[in-house]
């Protein structure tokens, strides 16, 4: 696993080992230039169309290629592909070489927003052309958001082809509990549905590979969202997805969504959506109210949302309160004055939080109520983390739960229901109180 890459003296760095490939990240000082080295063990049947085909589906998901050829980079042989992605709700372009040598696999690869590529190009291709094998001296590599270990993904499916991991049920509807059954079932939803929820289903153990559910507007032919999260290790489970409408009418027609792992839909359902107003307009505060929770208000962040019954406030300090319920599940409310833009605020969470030794598991994040919320799921150790962030009155504002992997279902309900009830609150402006930074160990 021994290479050499340039480094330029003012990017960011990153290294570690994720399962059994090692990885390097290099981020430019404005972030708008990320540089990666993915190394992994290959055995003699594994070829490039395996490790193209297993990052086309598991890291760079959704991607269109734009051009394909094989050739060399700095006179090692390796496959060329060029792809656009919408990451981080950033239209990209991603250039990746994918290169086995002497029983290893390479990738090395970096992505650049779309309308930066003219500016940028030529930084990233001096960093990727110094790319070389070396047969000793010492190493340099690593990072990724939680994707899981790509050799060991490849060695699983050269083995034994994709697990068979079948679809049992499949609802759309609103009102999900905590074991993902929906109170109210449904395949025809007036414009004015604040949430629209899917839940289902499945045997066989994904873990290894993300779920994806894709959400379509068929009448428009248009992706409305698409979601992922990692499976636990477990012969079967539960997954759960929504879209939002943020306070603005559906558009009516016809619609449908999917359920897809390891590059393959495994079911879909139909659903359609008829003229109605809604009821809120984007700004306008919602009455909150749920069976099983309550309304908490932060003054800090002037922000509401629901959180479940029962929670009690049993630690508190500056900018940081963790609330319990005797059940070993702890909630956790933080608040974090506001310094650079909540999207680099989440990537520097999640940079720290990797180096930290911490796995992440699942991001993404979605319009609520006029907010933008992010929410990221983490592992460390046997406990899970799982964090809904927005942004106001200068403050970020976290509100997450914490416990036992063993827990994750009722965690990420939580989760859930927390993060699409937030809204903006009726209170006066407060200065936001400064809070630590995230840590993934727990107390």
Not at 66 to 80: F, M
Not at 106 to 116: D, K
């Amino acid at each position: 696993m021994k290479f050499k890459i340039l480094v330029p003296e003012n990017y960011q760095k990153n290294q570690f080992w994720e399962g059994t490939d090692k990885i390097l990240a290099l981020v430019s000082p404005d972030q708008n230039v990320a540089v990666r080295v993915r190394a992994f063990p290959a055995s003699e049947q594994v070829n490039t169309d395996l490790i193209q085909q297993v990052f086309e589906q598991n890291v760079i998901t959704g991607s269109s290629r734009l051009t394909q050829e094989d050739g060399n980079l700095n006179q090692i042989p390796a496959r060329a592909a060029a792809y656009t992605w919408r990451y981080n709700n950033i239209n990209t372009v991603v250039g990746v070489y994918y290169i086995i040598q002497s029983g290893m696999g390479y990738i090395v690869w970096t992505i650049i927003p779309r309308n930066l590529l003219q500016q940028r190009s030529k930084e990233a291709d001096k960093i990727i052309d110094s790319f070389a094998l070396l047969q000793s001296g010492s190493e340099t590599l690593s990072m990724s958001h939680g994707f899981g270990s790509l050799g060991q993904q490849i060695k699983t499916e050269n083995q034994t082809g994709v697990k068979g991991i079948v679809i049992t049920d499949l609802e759309i509807g609103t009102n999900p509990d905590n074991n993902y059954n929906l109170a109210n079932k449904s395949i025809s939803f007036p414009g004015s549905t604040p949430t629209i929820d899917v839940t289902f289903g499945y045997t066989g153990n994904a873990s290894g590979s993300n779920f994806i559910v894709k959400w379509y507007n068929d009448t428009h032919q248009i992706l409305v969202k698409e979601f992922s999260f990692s499976p636990p290790n477990a012969p079967s489970g539960r997954g759960h997805s929504f879209i939002t409408n943020n306070g603005n009418a559906w558009s009516e027609g016809d619609y449908h969504v999917e359920i897809w792992h390891r590059g393959n839909v495994l079911d879909q359902k139909a659903f359609a959506v008829t003229g109605q107003k809604a009821q809120f307009s984007n700004n306008q505060s919602r009455p909150l109210s749920k069976t099983g929770y309550f309304s908490l208000v932060s003054d800090d962040a002037c922000l509401e949302h629901l959180v479940p019954d029962g929670y009690e406030i049993a630690e508190s300090k500056t900018g940081l309160s963790v609330w319990k319920n005797g059940s070993g599940l702890n909630m956790v409310q933080q608040v974090v004055l506001k310094q650079d833009d909540i999207h680099t605020f989440i990537e520097n969470q999640i940079s720290t939080l990797n180096q930290q030794g911490a796995t992440v598991t699942g991001k993404e994040n979605f319009n609520q109520n006029g907010l933008l919320v992010y929410q990221y799921i983490y592992e460390y150790g046997n406990s899970l983390f799982a964090y809904n962030t927005a942004e106001n009155n200068n403050v970020y504002y976290l509100i997450g739960f914490v416990g036992n992997k063993n827990e994750r279902d009722k965690i990420l309900s939580f989760l859930n229901e927390t993060g699409k009830s937030i809204q903006k609150a009726n209170c006066p402006g407060a200065t936001g109180l400064s809070g630590s930074n995230l840590n993934p160990h727990q107390n």
